[in-house]
């Protein structure tokens, strides 16, 4: 199911730099149709030629902003694995009112 993410909003936020929107984007690619994915610093460094500290700059503002939640994760015992990103959902739509509101109904005028 796809979920309405906060994409738009993220592109209309001024606050957030082009780097910091380019890896949240990136972020929403590798999650696909989850709400979650796991890329490392290093891949995300790497794919969009960008220096690890800068990302890691960048996913701690988006984390800041409420653009994604991370979850560090240890695998084994005590040897850190790679860090898993949710992207947080919109808040659900109010539901319809009973009654649709009514449309006029625009005639046509006759030359």
């Known amino acids: 199911m796809i979920r309405p993410y906060r994409y738009a909003e993220a592109l209309l936020d001024k606050s957030l730099s082009a780097i910091e929107y380019r890896i949240y ?35 701690l503002t988006l984390q800041t ?4 939640r991370i979850e560090h994760r240890i695998f084994g015992s005590r040897q850190w694995s790679n860090n898993r990103y949710y992207l947080p959902s919109l808040a ?5 009112a009973e009654e ?3 449309v006029p109904i625009l005639l046509k005028r006759k030359k």
């Open 65 to 68: 902003a409420g653009y994604i």
């Open 25 to 59: 984007s990136f972020l929403f690619f590798k999650c696909g149709l989850k709400d979650h994915c796991w890329p490392s610093k290093a891949t995300i460094a790497d794919t969009l030629k960008l220096h690890k500290e800068t990302v890691r700059r960048a996913i």
């Open 92 to 96: 659900p739509c109010k539901p319809p």
């Open 100 to 102: 649709p509101a009514k």
